[in-house]
């Protein structure tokens, strides 16, 4: 109804200016008639158009905002994940009565946290600025398995410039920690590589554990179910998660 309205309305105030700045030999309301004859339908198709148009952009818009606002969500999600495993290493350090370890400590996990709420709202960041705070974590991963933990980390140079997820390698270095290193008393060796497969960025994270029990589609946790929500509001179909047993053992 209202695009009829609308429309008319529109004709009959242009075939008015036409009236006064064209010489014409109809009547005003000749004029319009034969407007509304000729240009209604047009006019009801362009409004129907603009107004798709709006509601698209505004629609758009809309979807940014909440996707926006859940990746915002997921990833505040991991701060109080591995803050509670950080303080359960604390309260481990403080019952055995290593008071001096138990604040170095807390002042690691102070800069961790400082470091991972001043990243704001980004969603992407730099290999480098990832690399730095996965070091952090793991240096707060120490303390729990002192000597015993072994790490290497390897980052070609053609993937130090690559954009990556933020905080997307501390829930895979926690499902490895977790689920393999915890439950081996032997040498606990972790191992983060990223590298370029099909020209896609490639982020592993492999342990020596007992490997995987079970498949990815099961879910291992709060911080891989995390991961993959994140992934996919970020890359829709565009990226691939994946557990599998190592060549080495592990997963």
């Known amino acids: 109804v209202l695009s009829i309205a609308f429309s008319i309305v529109h004709i009959v105030v242009l ?12 009547s005003a309301s000749d004029e319009i008639l034969f407007s509304i004859r000729a240009y209604l339908t047009s006019e009801v ?20 905002q909440l996707g926006k606002a859940r ?23 403080v ?40 070091r952090r974590y793991l240096d707060i991963e120490h303390y729990r398995f002192s000597d015993r933990m072994k790490v290497e980390i390897d980052v070609p140079p053609e993937v130090s ?13 926690e499902n490895s920690i977790r689920h393999g290193l915890s439950r081996t008393l032997d040498e ?14 490639d982020l592993r994270a492999e342990d020596n554990g007992p490997g995987p029990g079970e498949s990815i589609d099961k879910g291992l946790g709060v911080g891989l179910k995390n991961l993959r929500s994140r992934l996919n509001c970020l890359y829709g179909d565009g990226y691939e998660l994946s557990l599998a047993r190592g060549s080495q053992g592990g997963a």
């Open 15 to 26: 075939s008015l200016v036409s009236l006064k700045v064209f010489s014409s030999k109809m």
């Open 95 to 134: 019952r055995k009565g290593e008071q001096t370890r138990s604040v170095q400590l807390i002042a690691e996990l102070g800069s961790l946290l400082r470091s991972s709420f001043e990243l704001g709202a980004t969603q992407e960041i730099p290999v480098p600025e990832e690399i730095e705070f996965i």
């Open 161 to 173: 410039k690559a954009q990556i997820p933020a905080l997307i390698l501390q829930p895979l270095v």
């Open 45 to 64: 198709f362009t409004y129907w158009a603009l107004l798709g148009v709006g509601i698209a952009y505004h629609t758009s818009q809309l979807e940014g």
């Open 71 to 93: 990746l915002d969500a997921l990833r505040m999600q991991v701060h109080p994940h591995f803050l509670f495993n950080a303080l359960n290493t604390v309260a481990m350090l």
């Open 188 to 201: 606990a060796r972790i191992r983060i590589a990223l590298g370029r497969t099909d020209g896609w960025p």
